[in-house]
């Protein structure tokens, strides 16, 4: 059995090392993609605590996790907002009583003129078309229901998801259906500069790094030659 954590905010790959520079939780296409390649077809466990992040990378670990040959269960620890909602829906789906999903519409920030504004709200509106497709597939609903509770900006309970039909269970659940308790996410990726002060930044922790372990080897060596009687 191979383990996929969803945590923190979903990116693109190319993205990786910055949140991982700042010790931030995340998750890329990659970081899914070699747990896939790894398993070999045994089953995959997909733990889910995100509240989302960019579309592309979700859609693009919702299709690796769909499109896996072997059995996927996802379980919803914690959160499953925005992006991280949709692929919560690419397999058999338990969610815990305390945690929450939530399902909006694409966002995305837009300049220019008029033509630029209504372009942008075509695009937007495409983009909510094709990741609606998620919910319709896992729970049977209609397009209009789907999209409507993406323009809603539901906020759902383990319960009330399972009554749609977009998780299959409750965590902790019983066999008769009893539950027996133990007890959007919007995210910006950073900027341009952001990600030049950062490598300048990982550039400078390096050199610190190789200083600090050049005058450790020095001090080997002086104490080496104190111990010859050099």
């Known amino acids: 059995m191979a383990?996929?954590?969803?945590?923190?905010?979903?990116?693109?790959?190319?993205y990786k090392w910055y949140y991982d520079l700042?010790?931030?939780?995340?998750?890329?296409?990659?970081?899914?993609?070699?747990?896939?390649?790894?398993?070999?077809?045994?089953e995959l466990e997909v733990y889910i605590n995100s509240g989302g992040g960019s579309i592309d990378a979700g859609s693009e670990i919702y299709t690796a996790l769909k499109?896996?040959?072997?059995?996927?269960?996802?379980?919803?620890?914690?959160?499953?907002?925005?992006?991280?909602?949709?692929?919560?829906?690419?397999?058999?789906?338990?969610m815990s009583p305390t945690a929450l999903m939530m399902v909006h519409c694409?966002?995305?920030?837009?300049?220019?003129n008029h033509k630029d504004m209504r372009k942008g709200a075509e695009i937007l509106?495409?983009?909510?078309?094709?990741?609606?497709?998620?919910?319709?597939?896992?729970?049977?609903?209609?397009?209009e229901d789907a999209l409507a509770m993406m323009e809603q900006e539901t906020w759902l309970t383990a319960e009330q998801?399972?009554?749609?039909?977009?998780?299959?269970c409750v965590m902790f659940e019983d066999s008769s259906g009893q539950d027996?308790?133990?007890?959007a996410g919007v995210y910006g990726l950073p900027t341009q500069e952001q990600m030049e002060n950062a490598r300048k930044l990982a550039g400078k922790k390096e050199d610190s790094i190789k200083k600090e372990r050049?005058?450790?080897?020095?001090?080997?060596?002086?104490?080496?030659?104190?111990?010859?009687?050099?």
């Open 22 to 42: 700042f010790e931030m939780e995340s998750t890329a296409p990659k970081d899914v993609q070699d747990v896939i390649d790894a398993a070999g077809g045994e």
């Open 161 to 168: 998801a399972k009554a749609r039909g977009m998780v299959d």
């Open 125 to 143: 509106e495409t983009a909510d078309e094709a990741l609606c497709s998620a919910y319709m597939d896992k729970a049977g609903m209609k397009k």
């Open 67 to 94: 499109s896996y040959q072997g059995s996927v269960k996802i379980y919803i620890t914690g959160i499953a907002h925005s992006a991280a909602s949709v692929i919560a829906m690419a397999g058999y789906s338990e």
């Open 214 to 230: 050049m005058q450790a080897e020095l001090n080997l060596l002086i104490l080496g030659g104190k111990k010859n009687g050099l």
């Open 180 to 183: 027996v308790r133990m007890v």
């Open 106 to 112: 694409v966002s995305m920030g837009v300049s220019g």
């Open 3 to 14: 383990k996929i954590q969803i945590r923190g905010v979903i990116i693109p790959n190319d």
